[in-house]
């Protein structure tokens, strides 16, 4: 059983080099045996108030064990709440499904769609694929297609029990392909839209959530300042819950701001109040989504310290809806134990959310508001330097991830970092994979924000230095848009390096997308871009790419001649890993022609290359098809010794795939020298790891497991 090409892949946790063993990288998550269903809903709020009718009415659309709901339906359960900005639907959202978690037994799964901040709404496929993931599916089982996305997201999802909780959707088109085909599930949807789509067509139980009532907003305000308080002075009570438009947001800020200060009158805020108010009467303008809470806002803004303040205005500049302590040093110019300090003076005063540790986000209102504040109160330069800071702490971390991770892969020179910009490397492969997590949609909204504000060396340097990122954790179309971007903005920018490397980049994303010819048209473009600018990993790697199109398309002897010339390139520059990679190329398709004696010959100098440069993993990849040559070409001691040398050190980066394929081959070598008991047990080890992984090969082990075990006739 021999595999149509080389490809790696592996644990999300563990580390890969070689994605298809060309200079990119593939890592292919799966599912463990005992992996725990997703429990994803954010932080239950605390001091909630009331809302009983709408919870009463959300404990009704419950679907019970048959699926069925307490009206007796059994169709799919959609609940859309609808309302106001900053009126509380996300928290009646989070802390009703925190109530009722325990129902759904297969877990919980929660997406923020970015529906109404300033930057563009999470795309649906980027939901579909988060909730997939989430749900244990291989990462190379995810079609790129969000119709293909939805379709399986559907089957997953088919008789299962899980709650589905999508906040702040801007249109139906935007949940829809969420929106499970299961009456054993339920989705929970948050809009500031009436969604009347989802209410005719899915059946959706529309919830309008209005502002508090006068009793509801005193109410908060009670739990926030105490009984006492209020019960001595009521009218000024009432008159701060009317000020903060019986907002729950606007209410828990001045709940705060009055805790905190023990010893003054309701009724000196209130004239706090009244008098900001009159100062911004003359700012508010018509569709204005602050108008009803900037004066809340305002006040307490302007009751900050001058750097707490500063500091709250700067975080408006970050493009991404979440951020960390070091990218808050990062944009503010302070250190980690300020911006820790800053961040949780924010957080109490309700100006800021810490929904996980060392994460914190704006609310979208508070967001525009501080946004609107750093463009009056910042000038343009000091805009710019504060969000090159930002960009300078993504790229450098980013690169610090790229060594550890992928240390031959392409380096390119990035803008020195100013020495109190906080840029720490991380530890270990999987330190780095986690920090790619957490801030891959940040670095998304980064790329975009520098190219659109004309910062076009980051916008093309960023997808450069995070690309095996997007390769390793299997997000293709993320992967192909950011170079796309990065194309776009290195021609803006005149930079032809920029040129070639991200189109060296398309060309793996194209590939690994089955997009050949425009992958083939990309590695050309690479090639003479690289040549201009003597960049000769590109060239190398272009080369080897159009190689590698070809050898799959069958034309061998064109393959040849492309892996020659980049076997050269790589040689002539020193580029050591391109060396061994293109002979282990050549060794392919002289294997395919059935030239075992040429292959094994640039097989063996592949492997004696790579263990020069202390490559393991590129070793590995070396040593499995050098295996398989000396196999077809009986060299059984040989074959075995290649195939348990790739056994131990996949196993060392825990790639499952790969584990599957080479015990396999060594299954099929244990055959032929009639070792039926290890051959079955290789089988069946490989067939244990593939099956689950949906692998293309698990039919011929499974005909070979069957033919083996029938007693011999004689």
């Known amino acids: 059983m021999h595999p149509a090409r080389n490809e790696s892949s592996g644990d999300a946790e563990a580390v890969v080099q070689a994605g298809t063993v060309y200079g990119g990288i593939n890592l292919l998550g799966h599912a463990g045996p005992s992996a725990p269903p997703p429990r994803q809903l954010p932080l239950d709020t605390t001091r909630f108030v009331n809302r009983e009718q709408t919870l009463n009415r959300l404990d009704a659309a419950l679907p019970a064990v048959d699926g069925t709901t307490a009206t007796g339906s059994s169709a799919m359960t959609v609940a859309a709440i609808a309302g106001a900005p900053g009126v509380g639907k996300t928290a009646l959202a989070v802390h009703w499904a925190h109530r009722v978690r325990r129902r759904f037994t297969d877990g919980d799964l929660y997406v923020d769609m970015r529906g109404y901040g300033p930057g563009p709404a999470l795309a649906v496929g980027q939901a579909l694929d988060a909730f997939l993931r989430a749900l244990h599916v291989p990462a190379e089982q995810i079609p790129t297609d969000t119709d293909g996305r939805a379709a399986l997201y559907r089957s997953v999802l088919a008789g299962k029990r899980v709650l589905i909780v999508v906040d702040n959707v801007s249109t139906?088109?935007?949940?829809?392909?969420?929106?499970?085909?299961?009456?054993?599930?339920?989705?929970?949807?948050?809009?500031?839209?009436?969604?009347?789509?989802?209410?005719?067509?899915?059946?959706?139980?529309?919830?309008?959530?209005?502002?508090?009532?006068?009793?509801?907003?005193?109410?908060?305000?009670?739990?926030?300042?105490?009984?006492?308080?209020?019960?001595?002075?009521?009218?000024?009570?009432?008159?701060?819950?009317?000020?903060?438009?019986?907002?729950?947001?606007?209410?828990?800020?001045?709940?705060?701001?009055?805790?905190?200060?023990?010893?003054?009158?309701?009724?000196?805020?209130?004239?706090?109040?009244?008098?900001?108010?009159?100062?911004?009467?003359?700012?508010?303008?018509?569709?204005?989504?602050?108008?009803?809470?900037?004066?809340?806002?305002?006040?307490?803004?302007?009751?900050?310290?001058?750097?707490?303040?500063?500091?709250?205005?700067?975080?408006?500049?970050?493009?991404?809806?979440?951020?960390?302590?070091?990218?808050?040093?990062?944009?503010?110019?302070?250190?980690?134990?300020?911006?820790?300090?800053?961040?949780?003076?924010?957080?109490?005063?309700?100006?800021?959310?810490?929904?996980?540790?060392?994460?914190?986000?704006?609310?979208?209102?508070?967001?525009?508001?501080?946004?609107?504040?750093?463009?009056?109160?910042?000038?343009?330069?000091?805009?710019?330097?504060?969000?090159?800071?930002?960009?300078?702490?993504?790229?450098?971390?980013?690169?610090?991830?790229?060594?550890?991770?992928?240390?031959?892969?392409?380096?390119?020179?990035?803008?020195?970092?100013?020495?109190?910009?906080?840029?720490?490397?991380?530890?270990?492969?999987?330190?780095?994979?986690?920090?790619?997590?957490?801030?891959?949609?940040?670095?998304?909204?980064?790329?975009?924000?520098?190219?659109?504000?004309?910062?076009?060396?980051?916008?093309?340097?960023?997808?450069?230095v995070s690309d095996g990122f997007f390769e390793l954790k299997s997000y293709w179309a993320d992967w192909r848009d950011v170079h796309l971007t990065g194309l776009r903005a290195a021609r803006s920018a005149d930079s032809r390096l920029g040129e070639a490397a991200n189109l060296r980049c398309l060309g793996d994303a194209y590939w690994r997308m089955e997009q050949r010819d425009i992958a083939l048209d990309h590695y050309r473009q690479g090639v003479i871009a690289s040549r201009d600018v003597d960049d000769h990993w590109v060239e190398g790697f272009c080369l080897r790419g159009q190689g590698l199109i070809h050898e799959e398309s069958g034309q061998i002897e064109e393959a040849l001649h492309l892996y020659g010339q980049a076997r050269e390139v790589f040689r002539r520059y020193g580029v050591t890993r391109g060396e061994g990679m293109s002979l282990l190329s050549l060794g392919n398709c002289h294997r395919a022609r059935g030239r075992l004696d040429i292959a094994i010959v640039h097989y063996q100098e592949a492997v004696s290359i790579l263990d020069g440069i202390d490559d393991p993993w590129s070793v590995a990849w070396a040593s499995y098809p050098l295996g398989l040559a000396y196999q077809q070409a009986g060299q059984h001691d040989e074959a075995l010794q290649q195939h348990e040398r790739a056994l131990t050190l996949f196993r060392r980066f825990d790639d499952r795939r790969s584990v599957g394929l080479t015990l396999a081959a060594l299954g099929d070598t244990f055959h032929a020298i009639g070792q039926r008991d290890d051959a079955q047990r290789c089988w069946q080890q490989a067939l244990q790891i593939l099956d689950p992984l949906g692998d293309p090969h698990t039919s011929t082990i499974k005909r070979l497991i069957t033919q083996t075990d029938k007693p011999a006739h004689g």
Request: proline share 6%; glycine share 4%.
């Open 172 to 464: 139906v088109g935007q949940v829809r392909a969420l929106l499970p085909a299961t009456p054993t599930c339920m989705a929970i949807i948050t809009s500031r839209s009436r969604l009347s789509g989802l209410v005719a067509r899915e059946g959706a139980s529309r919830m309008t959530l209005d502002v508090l009532s006068p009793e509801e907003a005193i109410a908060l305000l009670r739990d926030s300042v105490g009984g006492d308080r209020v019960s001595a002075e009521p009218q000024a009570a009432a008159e701060l819950a009317r000020r903060c438009a019986y907002l729950p947001l606007a209410l828990r800020i001045i709940g705060e701001r009055i805790a905190n200060a023990p010893y003054a009158t309701l009724a000196e805020f209130v004239t706090d109040l009244a008098l900001v108010d009159q100062q911004l009467d003359a700012l508010t303008v018509d569709d204005d989504e602050l108008s009803d809470v900037r004066t809340v806002f305002s006040w307490s803004y302007q009751a900050l310290p001058a750097d707490t303040a500063r500091f709250f205005r700067l975080l408006g500049l970050h493009a991404g809806s979440d951020i960390s302590i070091a990218a808050a040093a990062a944009i503010a110019g302070v250190s980690l134990p300020r911006a820790r300090s800053l961040l949780d003076q924010l957080s109490a005063a309700h100006l800021i959310q810490n929904p996980a540790r060392d994460r914190f986000l704006l609310h979208d209102l508070l967001r525009a508001y501080a946004l609107e504040r750093a463009q009056t109160e910042e000038t343009p330069e000091q805009q710019r330097r504060s969000r090159r800071r930002l960009y300078t702490w993504y790229l450098w971390t980013a690169e610090e991830g790229r060594k550890v991770i992928l240390p031959y892969s392409h380096a390119i020179a990035l803008p020195p970092a100013e020495p109190d910009i906080p840029i720490t490397s991380p530890g270990t492969v999987a330190e780095a994979m986690a920090w790619f997590e957490r801030e891959r949609l940040n670095i998304l909204d980064t790329i975009r924000q520098a190219d659109e504000l004309g910062d076009h060396d980051v916008a093309w340097q960023l997808p450069v």
